[in-house]
Antibody, heavy 122, light 113 residues
Framework: QVQLVESGGGVVQPGMSLRLSCAAS????????IHWVRQAPGKGPEWVTV????????NYAASVKGRFTVSRDNSKSTLYLQMNSLRADDTAVYYC???????????????WGQGTMVTVSS | DIVMTQSPDSLAVSLGERATINCKSS????????????LAWYQQKAGQPPKLLIY???TRESGVPDRFSGSGSGTDFTLTISSLQAEDVAVYYCQQYYGTLLTFGGGTKVEIK
């Protein structure tokens, strides 16, 4: 079935780095932009970043710009999020999410992963 | 950034009664070229990712019960649950996908009275 599976979360100290992965299956990954969305405990979702279907175009939320880098390997159907200089306010569940329509960046998300928890604490 | 403001923060409704959730955007999310509102509604149950209910402000996602409906245009939107069921207990979020930076509302928690 169509699914996204995140991995790579964990507990890290402030200032450290972490790389998240999002493995896709059940659809043609290379046809879809993919987004990262995070949700801090007890809060609403917050959009983090998006990469276009071909990896050429990327956008970031102001809160992560310059610290986080999104990338994808279409040959492996996998999305990555490299997170550097982590801060306590980056603590959240990180989800990857797929827009409904192929090759469209901005659209409602019909597929979400189960999420991976990132905790930044000393 | 487009700011999404939801009201109320929480709502307690009796089983079988109507629940109404409002969402207001700080600027219009209506795209004139295709006359579509770039507004979605999601349902999130405890420990689960959000689930898409409505897109284009009023189009129900496949498999979503018809007691869920969306309405509105421009900057003001509403999600209505016509007859609340026990399984509808959740937090509901609106999201705009008009702007370069997508944004969500703060959420409305729906409970049974």
């Amino acid at each position: 079935q169509v699914q996204l599976v995140e991995s790579g979360g964990g507990v890290v100290q402030p200032g450290m780095s972490l790389r998240l992965s999002c493995a896709a299956s059940g659809f043609t990954f290379s046809n879809y932009a993919i987004h990262w969305v995070r949700q801090a405990p007890g809060k609403g979702p917050e959009w983090v970043t998006v990469v276009s279907y071909d990896g050429r175009n990327k956008n970031y939320a102001a809160s992560v710009k310059g610290r986080f880098t999104v990338s994808r390997d279409n040959s492996k159907s996998t999305l990555y999020l490299q997170m550097n200089s982590l801060r306590a306010d980056d603590t959240a569940v990180y989800y990857c999410a797929r827009p409904r329509i192929s090759r469209v960046r901005d659209d409602a998300y019909d597929i979400w992963g189960q999420g991976t928890m990132v905790t930044v604490s000393s | 950034d487009i700011v999404m403001t939801q009201s109320p923060d929480s709502l307690a409704v009796s089983l079988g009664e109507r629940a109404t959730i409002n969402c207001k955007s700080s600027q219009s999310v209506l795209y004139s070229l295709n006359n579509q509102n770039y507004l979605a509604w999601y349902q999130q149950k405890a420990g689960q990712p959000p689930k898409l209910l409505i897109y284009w402000a009023s189009t129900r996602e496949s498999g979503v019960p018809d007691r869920f409906s969306g309405s509105g245009s421009g900057t003001d939107f509403t999600l209505t649950i016509s007859s609340l069921q026990a399984e509808d207990v959740a937090v509901y979020y609106c999201q705009q996908y008009y702007g370069t930076l997508l944004t969500f509302g703060g959420g409305t928690k729906v409970e049974i009275k």
